[in-house]
């Protein structure tokens, strides 16, 4: 089970932190990744962890402004989202890799959150 946090509304420029926290052992929710759904859209690729300090892998949209990290001890992986723009607008959700394929492929993702709003004004 993943529970998502720290959405809200922002202005352009700012900066938030999404938080996932995993009910699993830190050992079990690896590898994680983050997607996003904005209204109206497809459900996109953000970023992915495979290991805690292991390789992370970004969107081309958010390169250079995301950084995705892991704390086993907490159990959570986090989404730190700088200079935001109203393009990343969106609902956020985490969930873990359970089947093989591209670490972009939501659908190689399972236990999904339940999702955390983000809103982005200019």
């Known amino acids: 089970q993943l529970v998502e946090s720290g959405g809200r509304s922002v202005q352009a420029g700012a900066s938030l932190r999404l938080s996932c926290a995993a009910s699993?052992?830190?050992?079990?929710?690896?590898?994680l990744g983050w997607f996003r759904q904005a209204q109206g859209e497809e459900r996109m690729f953000v970023a992915a962890?495979?290991?805690?300090?292991?390789?992370?892998f970004y969107a081309d949209s958010v390169k250079g402004r995301f950084t995705i990290s892991g704390d086993d001890a907490k159990a959570t992986v986090y989404l730190q989202m700088d200079d935001l723009e109203p393009e990343d607008t969106a609902v956020y959700y985490c969930?873990?890799?359970?089947?093989?394929?591209?670490?972009?492929?939501?659908?190689?993702?399972?236990?999904w959150g339940q999702g955390t709003a983000v809103a982005v004004s200019s």
């Open positions: 969930a873990i890799k359970t089947s093989s394929g591209a670490l972009t492929d939501g659908q190689t993702y399972s236990n």
């Open positions: 699993e052992r830190a050992s079990n929710f690896y590898p």
């Open positions: 962890i495979t290991t805690r300090g292991g390789d992370a």
